[in-house]
Every structure is written in structure tokens, then in C-alpha cells.
């Protein structure tokens, strides 16, 4: 629950590194060739417009973000507007109150980000190459990341000074270890005698004709022009490949593996160096009869290492003096060093692990190699195409063929789908949304829709068949089932409060499970999540009120298969702390600190969004 809290107190500052940063790189498309022209912005805040395109790339970081949590797509359509809107504000406000980064702070944030390393390092031909990919010169980018760390800058300044007292945490710990005593019986969906009448069949569908009509479809037919298939169109040669290979041959290299270990004497105010020296030495011929974790254990003055036989772990380049890397690059599988000068004093070493490095021939990676030089050739290729692509679309509205023909690529044809489902190129959300919009089914060619990072597709519209009314002799069973269903829900909540009622009334809950010939559960200490109750039963359980005057607190859950829970709550204990949250305490206040913070942070924010000049439009949509 802690760790959760934390989680939590941090989500707003995550959305605006990954709408500020990783967006640039996961989304960065097709729609940032095309001017804004004469479309009209969604939303604005202040001079700053938001267009279709700005919302979809929002939108999909966003819905990635929350998969499988259910939320409801226009619920989430709505929610990527109103981050783009909150950080609009936010950014604005930094601005305008002074806030700043320096580039320095900035440069060294962009020297962390994985996208720019290479074997964990900063590349500065990675950082090249892909702002060059993306079309983004080093200035803009590095004006992005001071943003969002200025952003961030006065969001800690809130977040950061909140804390929690010691009142504060106990009542945590009373509400979270708080311990519930009840007992339930489950009512089971009841039988039904007799069928649906004709009349309520007819008044059921006359009410819900909607449901039972054949939903609106489309077919399309679509090009698409994907990096891997640019990649294959690069003509390659051995040359090319050997040249190449060089180029990437840190790639196909296993590095060396050496591990060390020391012994120390250390140089300070009462040992010269001469001292730490002649000791050294010493301890260099005591190995003559001695392994050198032992000795290490007994004289390295190296007190940390020492517990372990003297061991440093992997050996890196660029971590200690250079005196100490030459001497530990040189040795031999466990073969003792000369006493080596270092800061810190005589230092003895040895190789206690070595396992010699390997490059992979060009002719045994050949196939890897290949595959990669097409794909970097195949990137700015790839780029062209996208440009072409969408020139070629808009250009021709009213066919794919010459497009196709243009790029050298196929028309491809889907099966009807709905916008709710397709299969193949349809089950893309995204495709199934163009293909039924209103400039699609007026004949149309879609603007280029991104699948991914590396998939462009447009579509135009082949087939359309609107909804159709589906007779009520053809859906009747359809009809019965569902009103079949829904009494015996209602018969089984007619019976739930009949009994809930009873109880009220004083009746006792096993008198009622024995007279109803029902199952009476009974739990005692129910601890909040340290149960195996069904959820929707336990988050009922802890949400109800206290027993009042000695009298259980009854009420009713359903469960998602309709069976209804009629429980009774006899007790509520609260909670307190124990010796695991006890020590846990000082991470407790933190996190509840936070969480208060980001609470107040996000109060702000709110106020600062009701104060700016926020217009929004029109709903938006994801095409």
C-alpha cells in the first residue's frame, strides 16, 4: 500500500517527462510534415493551439499507459485533452513566473536518457542520429527537456515541503490495519417459472430496437509502407557490409571479462608512504605461503573488501587511477601484482577471474550485419517515402493506384468491418476510426496513419453498408434471454431485501440463512486486502458504515455474476501499528507526505487552469 502511495504521488510528474521526451521518438510521425493549414485547433490555451494531430499522439502515450485497466475510450480521449491542457497551463506559468534550466542541467539530464547511450555510455552519434531521424535539431530538443525540467523544478517545490505528522501516520495504519468482523449469506440467481409473455418480448425490443440492428460496416482498401519493407529494397554489397561492420563492430564484440582482487595499505597522517610500501612488499612474499583471499582478510586495510578475500568485483576501465587500470589490465589468471600506487596508498592485485574477449568474423554475422545496414539506410528512406506518401494521398484523393504505383507498393483490400471490431489491418482502433469518418465515406483518401514507429497506412473506402433493423422474429430468443436474465436478477434482489429488511427488523442472520436454506459465512478480523473475499464484496465490506447502539450494519453487494451478498457487520476494530510497519515508519510519513503533496500540487494546478484563457472547441476524437 506504501509503495502504492508513492506510485501514485508520482504520476503527474511521469506524464510530462513522456508527453515532453519519449513522445518525440514513440509517436513522431507522418502528421508532423503536414501543416496545420485552415484546420481548426481542438483546444487552446492562450496563443497555444491544439490540433487533431496533437491530441492522437497524447492519446495513444496515454491509453498505452492504461491498458487493461477498462477505462472507457472516450473517457480516456477526454483525459489525454485535459493533460495536454494542465501542462499547457503549467508550462506557461513557469515561464511566466521565471522559472528556468540551464542548459548545462539540461544536457546533463539528455546524457542520461537510454535513447542516446550506447553500452551505457552517451553517444554523441546516437544523439545525432536519431534527432536527425526525427527532424529535430539539438536546440529544439534540449528547449523540450529544460521545459519539462522546470516543470518539474516547481512541481518538487510543492510536493517536496509537505510532510505528514505522527498523527497522520497512525491514522493510516487505524484505517489500513483497521479489522472488520461479519457474516453474509449469498442469494443465487432464482429460478424462473413461466416464460416472458409475447407482449413483454415485443415492448422489450419496440424499447431497444437499437440493440438488435446490424451495426453500421465499412470495407477498405489500404496501402502501407513499413521500414522493414523499405529495408529489403537497400541493395547491399560485401563491400558495403565490411565497411559497415568496422563501423558497428562494438556490436559483434564480447568484451573481455576480468575480475579483481586487492589487498590495501593505506597512505595518511601516521603511515608514510614509505611505511605502506615496505608493507606491501611484505605482504607480497607472505603469498609465497599464503592464498591471497586469506591474507587479503587478515592485513588489507581495505576493511570492506577485506571480508571478502579482497574482491572488487568486474573490473571497468575508467573507474580507478590509471597506475591501478595498466597494472590490472596486465595480469594473468592469478598472478599478484607489484605494489601499485594509488591516492589511497600500496595496493597488491590479482586476476581471480578472466574470461579473454571475442569478436564474432563478418562472415559469421553477415546476416545481422546486413539486416542492420538496411535498416539504417532504410531510415531516411523511410522518411522520404512517408513525405511522398502523404504528398502522393492528398494529391490523388479520389484513388490508392497511383499512390501505389508512385511508391511501388500493393493495394491491399480488409473484410467489412464495424468500428467497434476488425480483424487484420481493422483491428487497429486508429484505422477502423479514419475509415469512418465523415471525409472516408465521402470518398476520400485518409491522411497517413501511423502503426507504430515504423508503419504509415492510408485507407480509402471500398465498401459501406449502413445499420440495418433486425425483425423481431429474428432476434426473439435473443430478446427471451436477456429478459429471462434480468428477472431472475430481480427476483434474486427481491429476495436480498426481503432478508436485509428482516435483519433490520432485529431477525438474526443465521435464523434467516437456516429459514431461507442458505449458507451463513462468517469472518472474523478482516484485514483491508488480506482477504480472498471476492473484490466487489470486500471493498463493500470496508466501505460500510460502523455498527451503531449495539446493532450490526446490514447491507447489500451484488456480484458480478448477479447472486446478491446480504451481509451483516457486527464489529469494526481499528487498527494498529505492527512491528513490520513500526519500521517501516520514517518510508510511511514519506510517502503519506507525498501524497498529501501531490494532492496539494494538483489543487494548483487546478486553480492556475481555471485562471488561464483555456478554450475548448470541440470533443475530440482519435483518427
Known amino acids: 500500500m506504501l509503495t502504492k502511495i508513492r506510485e501514485k504521488s508520482q504520476g503527474t510528474l511521469a506524464w510530462v517527462i513522456l508527453v515532453l521526451i519519449c513522445v518525440p521518438f514513440a509517436l513522431w510521425g507522418i502528421n508532423n510534415y503536414l501543416d496545420a493549414g485552415g484546420e481548426a485547433p481542438v483546444a487552446s490555451v492562450g496563443d497555444k493551439d491544439f490540433y487533431q494531430r496533437d491530441v492522437n499522439k497524447a492519446y495513444e502515450q496515454y491509453s498505452q499507459n492504461l ?68 527532424k529535430i535539431s539539438s536546440g529544439e530538443f534540449v528547449n523540450r527537456i529544460k521545459n519539462a ?68 460496416q465499412v470495407s477498405v482498401e489500404y496501402v502501407e509502407l513499413s521500414l522493414d519493407d523499405v529495408a529489403k529494397k537497400v541493395v547491399v554489397n560485401d563491400e558495403k557490409l565490411k565497411a559497415f561492420y568496422e563501423e558497428q563492430k562494438d556490436q559483434y564484440t564480447t568484451p573481455e571479462r576480468r575480475k579483481i582482487s586487492h589487498i590495501l595499505f593505506l597512505i595518511n597522517d601516521k603511515v608514510t608512504e614509505k611505511m605502506a610500501l615496505d608493507k606491501a612488499l611484505k605482504a607480497k612474499q607472505d603469498l609465497a605461503g599464503k592464498d591471497f583471499a586469506s591474507l587479503a582478510s587478515e592485513v588489507s586495510e581495505d576493511k570492506l573488501t ?106 491491399k483490400k480488409s473484410a467489412l468491418f464495424t468500428k467497434e471490431k476488425g480483424e487484420g489491418v481493422a483491428s487497429d482502433e486508429k484505422i477502423r476510426s479514419a475509415a469512418f469518418s465523415e471525409e472516408i465515406l465521402q470518398g476520400n483518401n485518409s491522411a497517413p496513419i501511423e502503426q507504430g514507429v515504423d508503419r504509415l497506412v492510408v485507407v480509402r473506402l471500398l465498401e459501406h453498408k449502413s445499420a440495418a433493423k433486425r425483425e423481431l422474429n429474428e432476434v ?25 429488511n428482516r435483519l433490520a427488523s432485529g431477525e438474526s442472520i443465521s435464523d434467516e440463512a437456516a429459514g431461507n436454506k442458505l449458507e451463513i459465512k462468517t469472518f472474523k478480523g478482516l484485514v483491508r486486502g488480506k482477504n480472498k473475499l471476492p473484490e466487489q464484496l470486500n471493498e463493500a465490506i470496508f466501505k460500510a458504515a460502523k455498527p451503531v447502539g449495539g446493532k450490526p450494519s446490514v447491507f447489500i453487494t451484488a456480484l458480478p455474476s448477479g447472486e446478491q451478498v446480504v451481509v451483516s457487520l ?54
Request: proline share 2%; no cysteine.
Open 476 to 500: 426473439s430468443k435473443d430478446v427471451t434471454a436477456v429478459l429471462v436474465k434480468e428477472k431472475t436478477q430481480q427476483l434474486a434482489v427481491q429476495k436480498a431485501n426481503e432478508i436485509k
Open 67 to 134: 491498458q487493461g485497466m477498462g477505462i472507457d475510450e472516450q473517457v480516456l480521449k477526454a483525459q489525454a485533452l485535459q493533460k495536454l491542457i494542465k501542462d499547457e497551463v503549467l508550462l506557461q506559468y513557469v515561464h511566466a513566473e521565471g522559472l528556468v534550466t540551464t542548459d548545462n542541467e539540461a544536457r546533463d539530464f539528455i546524457k542520461s536518457l537510454p535513447y542516446f547511450q550506447v553500452d551505457g555510455k552517451f553517444s554523441d552519434k546516437q544523439y545525432k542520429t536519431l534527432l536527425s531521424s526525427q
Open 149 to 216: 525540467l522546470t516543470m518539474e523544478q516547481f512541481q518538487h517545490s510543492i510536493v517536496d515541503s509537505s510532510f505528514a505528522t505522527q498523527y497522520d501516520v497512525e491514522s493510516y495504519f487505524k484505517i489500513q490495519n483497521q479489522e472488520r468482523d461479519v457474516d453474509y449469506i449469498t442469494v443465487a440467481i432464482q429460478s424462473l417459472t413461466g416464460q416472458p409473455t409475447a407482449e413483454e418480448i415485443s415492448a422489450y425490443y419496440q424499447q431497444h430496437q437499437d440493440l438488435y440492428a446490424t451495426p453500421e
Open 306 to 411: 577485506a571480508k571478502k578475500g579482497g574482491d572488487l568485483g568486474l573490473f571497468n576501465l575508467g573507474v580507478m587511477e590509471k597506475a591501478f587500470e595498466e597494472a590490472a589490465s596486465s595480469l594473468k589468471l592469478g598472478e599478484v601484482s607489484k605494489p601499485v600506487k594509488s591516492a589511497f596508498g600500496y595496493h597488491l592485485i590479482t586476476v581471480t577471474e578472466l574470461v579473454p574477449g571475442n569478436v564474432k568474423t563478418f562472415d559469421s554475422v553477415k546476416g545481422d550485419v546486413t539486416k542492420a545496414y538496411q535498416k539504417a539506410q532504410a531510415e531516411n528512406a523511410f522518411i522520404e517515402a512517408g513525405e511522398k506518401l502523404t504528398e502522393m494521398s492528398y494529391e490523388h484523393p479520389d484513388n490508392l493506384q497511383t499512390v501505389a504505383d508512385g511508391l511501388g507498393i500493393a493495394v
Open 570 to 623: 457486527s464489529k469494526v476494530t481499528p487498527g494498529i501499528m505492527s512491528e513490520d510497519d513500526k519500521k517501516q515508519l520514517e518510508l510511511a510519513k514519506k510517502n503519506i507526505a507525498n501524497a498529501f503533496g501531490q494532492t496539494e500540487f494538483n489543487q494548483v494546478l487546478n486553480s492556475l487552469q481555471a485562471e488561464a484563457d483555456v478554450v475548448i472547441n470541440k470533443k475530440p476524437q482519435v483518427q
